[in-house]
């Protein structure tokens, strides 16, 4: 019963550790006048990658996204990411850049010890943003709107629990 106890805290723990997101202060000197902002570590879901930045003076929270694909895609004026939490309240994350950004790399592929193939692979990312002025409820589903229609992520429950947690360990931070 005892080793039983002791498993199950374990286990605790290991969850604990698996869903945080740090939050790390950044210090930036770079025109000579130092300045300070917080931002959290990434967290992924599906083809999007989210992070939280803050100020405080002023208290600003700002959500980040990035928007990662394999595939071209077309974006338009008016394009964005659209949250919507518990309390049916939306967070549009407004795409920051007109067209994607390409990344290209060369993968290589053997089909026996003699021959192989070098393939190119393309990822298309594009930046959103969106302040977040009001306190947010649990996360409860992600939508992507571009000019070639929309797509719905789920947002799976130990997902919404990290970006809630991530949201609430950088307000924290900025109100010490």
Same mark, same amino acid.
């Given at each position: 019963?005892?080793?039983?106890?002791?498993?199950?805290?374990?286990?605790?723990?290991?969850?604990?550790?698996?869903?945080?997101?740090?939050?790390?202060?950044?210090?930036?000197?770079?025109?000579?006048?130092?300045?300070?902002?917080?931002?959290?570590?990434?967290?992924?879901?599906?083809?999007?990658?989210?992070?939280?930045?803050?100020?405080?003076?002023?208290?600003?929270?700002?959500?980040?996204?990035?928007?990662?694909?394999?595939?071209?895609?077309?974006?338009?004026?008016?394009?964005?990411?659209?949250?919507?939490?518990?309390?049916?309240?939306?967070?549009?994350?407004?795409?920051?850049?007109?067209?994607?950004?390409?990344?290209?790399?060369?993968?290589?592929?053997?089909?026996?010890?003699?021959?192989? !193939? $070098?393939?190119?692979?393309?990822?298309?990312?594009?930046? %959103?943003?969106?302040? /977040?002025? #009001?306190? @947010?409820?649990?996360?409860?589903?992600?939508?992507?709107?571009?000019?070639?229609?929309?797509?719905?992520?789920? !947002? $799976?429950?130990?997902?919404?629990?990290?970006?809630?947690? %991530?949201?609430?360990? /950088?307000? #924290?931070? @900025?109100?010490?």
């Amino acid at each position: 019963m005892r080793k039983l106890k002791k498993l199950f805290l374990a286990l605790s723990v290991l969850l604990l550790i698996s869903c945080a997101v740090n939050v790390k202060m950044v210090e930036d000197d770079f025109y000579g006048e130092k300045s300070y902002h917080y931002q959290t570590s990434y967290m992924s879901v599906g083809d999007i990658e989210f992070r939280f930045t803050a100020t405080k003076n002023p208290a600003v929270i700002t959500l980040e996204a990035q928007y990662v694909k394999y595939e071209a895609f077309t974006v338009s004026k008016g394009d964005k990411i659209v949250l919507r939490f518990n309390d049916d309240t939306f967070v549009n994350l407004n795409y920051i850049n007109d067209m994607p950004s390409v990344s290209s790399y060369y993968s290589s592929y053997s089909f026996n010890s003699y021959w192989g !193939v $070098s393939v190119p692979i393309n990822s298309y990312t594009i930046n %959103a943003a969106a302040r /977040i002025n #009001n306190d @947010i409820g649990t996360l409860t589903a992600i939508r992507i709107e571009n000019s070639g229609g929309f797509k719905n992520l789920d !947002v $799976s429950k130990s997902f919404a629990n990290t970006f809630q947690k %991530a949201y609430n360990d /950088i307000k #924290n931070k @900025i109100n010490e």
